[in-house]
Each structure stands twice: as C-alpha cells, then as structure tokens.
C-alpha cells in the first residue's frame, strides 16, 4: 500500500523556524502533487500550502510570505520550511499526496498522520 508520512514537528518559539518533511512510499509511479494542511484540536482541518508537480504554487494567506512548499523534481519527498512562526500556527500538520499508481492513470490522495507544531515562549 501506498504510505504517506509526515516528519519534522516540534517545539519553536515565536519568529522561530521549522522544516517538515512528507515521504511517500509504495507502489507509485509519479507523485502528480503534495498539499499541506493543519488542524488545531477543535477546529476544522484548513489549507496552507500545495504544490503540482510543473512547480505551481499555492498559499492560505496566513502564511504567505512566511511559509515555502518545495521538493526535488520527481522525488518522492517534499517539504514546508516555515519562518516566523507564530503561535497562531500551532496545529498539527497534515501532508496530503496525490499519488499515480500507475503510468497514464488518475491520481488519488493519500493523507499522512501528521506531525505536531507548536510554537510558543
């Protein structure tokens, strides 16, 4: 099965920095695009930040300019760097992969489990 796994999360103070990591793993053959998303116990699951495999980007515009989504053409890992952090980003993150099995097939998403952030003094 295709396996999805966040890494990376911790503890950071505010105006700090923090990278996570997304592995996926399995039966793949192209990896057509990484999200990221977080949630916060309570509250809905939310959007941050989303990449295609051509390089387009797309931020919630509570962390543009703050956070960047990236990873190497056709690897299988991707990454969120976020800087100046604030507390208001506590929340686990959540990477969502959508995967091809296989060559000239449609893509299905497989979410990870997440990895906690916390920013705080």
């Known amino acids: 099965q295709v396996q999805v796994v966040e890494s990376g999360g911790g503890l950071v103070q505010p105006g700090g920095s923090l990278s996570l990591s997304c592995s996926a793993s399995?039966?793949?053959?192209?990896?057509?695009?990484m999200a990221w998303y977080r949630q916060a116990p309570g509250k809905e699951r939310e959007f941050v930040a989303a990449?295609?495999?051509?390089?387009?980007?797309n931020y919630a515009d509570a962390v543009k300019e703050r956070f960047t989504i990236y990873r190497d053409s056709g690897a299988k890992v991707g990454y969120l760097h976020m800087n100046n952090l604030k507390p208001e980003d506590t929340a686990v993150y959540y990477c969502?992969?959508?995967?091809?099995?296989?060559?000239?097939?449609?893509?299905?998403?497989?979410w990870g489990e997440g990895t906690q952030v916390t920013v705080a003094s």
């Open positions: 990449r295609v495999s051509g390089g387009a980007t």
């Open positions: 969502k992969a959508a995967i091809r099995s296989r060559p000239g097939s449609g893509t299905s998403d497989y």
């Open positions: 399995g039966r793949i053959s192209s990896v057509a695009g």
